[in-house]
């Protein structure tokens, strides 16, 4: 990260997206996009596959985004991303951004093919995926990153049995040189992520914990807080892997040597997490002191 972090005072005022838009009271994904593209500038062209943002991005002849955005399908985000990229080499112009902008459904399922395979070639974009856990703009269907025992309209009673899949991790075993988590809760630590992911040549891959009032069962004013909570207790971490190296950052970083909330607190903020008894959440408790044995070991040179 750069050394001089972006603050409230120096933030662009310029604004992307027009407000009154059509994304849900409380959205998280309005905090990020909002930021994301004051990071990302004018010089952009935005790649989007179906989500709730292209909900937020309104119906014809109405747009709420003031940037070049191609709607593409479902599978497609990365490959699209690759032609517009093409497109832009053969006019011979270098000094715009291409962006593609996914949820956690188009990123970690229906379109990890494509986005595999222009990490593989080596392809000059960011991919940001905002990760709200589940298919949200069809009904809040389960995909591969909701977490486990998660309740959806397509899990058993019970919750979903299979553990959340690791995007990040799993961008990162491709080999690019930029992966980086942030949260809607943290929008200035998104925005100089973005910043330094435009300086990198190559594929950079930013996945973003986004709360979702609607899917996951809180009222609306909460989403700020619910997003500090996932970070407090240890469930998500901010962190950056530059060239193989892995480091936390933010409010992550500064909990290291430090106690961290009980992640039964962020749980009972939701409903989706009525399924989780006592001995679960012991579990998954455990999991997330194992993990941050982990990061207190790393941090402290301790291999």
């Not at 399908?73 to 991303?81: H, K, P, V």
């Not at 517009?84 to 080499?89: N, P, S």
């Not at 990890?112 to 392809?123: M, P, T, V």
């Not at 491709?174 to 992966?179: F, K, M, R, T």
Request: with cysteine; proline share 5%.
């Amino acid at each position: 990260m750069a050394t001089n972090k972006t603050t409230i005072l120096n933030l662009p005022e310029e604004e992307l997206v027009h407000p009154g838009n059509r994304a849900c009271a409380g959205c998280g994904l309005s905090i990020v996009y909002r930021t994301g593209l004051k990071a990302l500038g004018r010089e952009t062209i935005l790649v989007v596959p179906p989500s709730c943002l292209t909900v937020l991005q309104g119906l014809y002849p109405i747009a709420a985004t003031q940037l070049p955005c191609l709607n593409v399908t479902f599978a497609s985000t990365a490959a699209a991303a690759t032609g517009v990229l093409g497109a832009l080499r053969a006019r011979g112009k270098t000094d715009v951004q291409v962006a593609a902008w996914a949820g956690d459904g188009g990123t970690s399922d229906i379109g990890i093919q494509a986005l595999s395979g222009a990490c593989e070639r080596g392809e000059d974009f960011i991919f940001i995926c905002y990760d709200n856990e589940a298919y949200m703009n069809t009904g809040v269907q389960r995909s591969g990153t909701t977490p486990q025992h998660v309740l959806t309209t397509t899990t058993p009673i019970t919750g979903k049995h299979q553990q959340k899949k690791d995007m990040p991790a799993i961008m990162a075993a491709h080999g690019i040189d930029y992966v980086a988590t942030a949260s809607a809760a943290y929008p200035l630590d998104l925005y100089d992520k973005i910043i330094k992911a435009k300086t990198i040549s190559g594929p950079k891959y930013i996945h973003v914990h986004t709360p979702c009032p609607a899917g996951w069962g809180f009222s609306a004013r909460y989403t700020v807080k619910i997003g500090q909570l996932a970070v407090e207790t240890g469930l998500f971490d901010l962190y950056e892997q530059e060239n193989g190296n892995f480091r936390l950052t933010g409010a992550s970083q500064k909990l290291l040597g430090k106690k961290r909330k009980p992640v039964d607190e962020y749980f009972a903020t939701q409903t989706r997490f009525k399924g989780l008894d006592t001995e679960k959440t012991r579990a998954i408790q455990e999991e997330v002191d194992q993990k941050w044995a982990a990061h207190e070991k790393a941090a402290a040179g301790i291999c």
